[in-house]
T-cell receptor, first 114, second 114 residues
């Protein structure tokens, strides 16, 4: 079965540093998403991306965050200057259609900001 | 706007007993409803989903859920718990006209006692 792949599985970074979380969506998918889950809290929507632009974003997705599809296979989430409260599990998802029923999630990247 | 409430952050059952995980949602438009499972150190795996049609939905690993519009509920059940069912379960909702943005509940950790 096709799957969404995220790297790294765990990243530790110092506060104020930039991090890039990487995702390889399923190859024929066109819609891409990032969610995050702070430890002990709900999974929260961050951003959706289609046709090389952001289609929806939440209040969490402020100027510190950016997304990019730098090539035909990768989808990245950049946090410019990490804060302690950015520590969370970040999930990438992709879909072949603009419909939640067909979204597939990756295994997640656990980001720890120290 | 949508919201999801999962009653009980922790549920403990004996192996072989009925599993019932509760989910109530709020949505101003017809919802799509989902249950995801997260095993330790793994990503989100779709258990089942309701979009349209039959209100009783069967998923993987013997789980099923019933959409009850009058009760705004989408409870997850399994007739007989297995040790391997121990995991965190998330209910999620998406509006049919709002792309893939999922709104998750707080999660329920299922523990299965031998």
């Amino acid at each position: 079965e096709p799957e969404v792949t995220q790297t790294p599985s765990h990243q530790v970074t110092q506060m104020g540093q930039e991090v890039i979380l990487r995702c390889v969506p399923i190859s024929n998918h066109l819609y891409f998403y990032w969610y995050r889950q702070i430890l002990g809290q709900k999974v929260e929507f961050l951003v959706s991306f289609y046709n090389n632009e952001i289609s929806e974003k939440s209040e969490i997705f402020d100027d510190q965050f950016s997304v990019e599809r730098p090539d035909g296979s990768n989808f990245t989430l950049k946090i410019r200057s990490t804060k302690l409260e950015d520590s969370a599990m970040y999930f990438c998802a992709s879909s072949d259609d603009r419909g939640a029923p067909r979204a597939f999630f990756g295994q997640g990247t656990r980001l720890t900001v120290v | 706007a949508q919201s999801v409430t999962q009653l009980g952050s922790h549920v403990s059952v004996s192996e072989g007993a009925l599993v019932l995980l509760r989910c109530n949602y709020s949505s101003s438009v017809p919802p799509y409803l989902f249950w995801y499972v997260q095993y330790p150190n793994q990503g989100l795996q779709l258990l089942l989903k309701y979009t349209t049609g039959a209100t009783l939905v069967k998923g993987i690993n013997g789980f099923e859920a019933e959409f009850k519009k009058s009760e705004t509920s989408f409870h997850l059940t399994k007739p007989s718990a297995h040790m391997s069912d121990a995991a965190e379960y998330f209910c999620a909702v998406s509006a049919y006209n709002a792309g893939n943005m999922l709104t998750f509940g707080g999660g329920t950790r299922l523990m299965v006692k031998p």
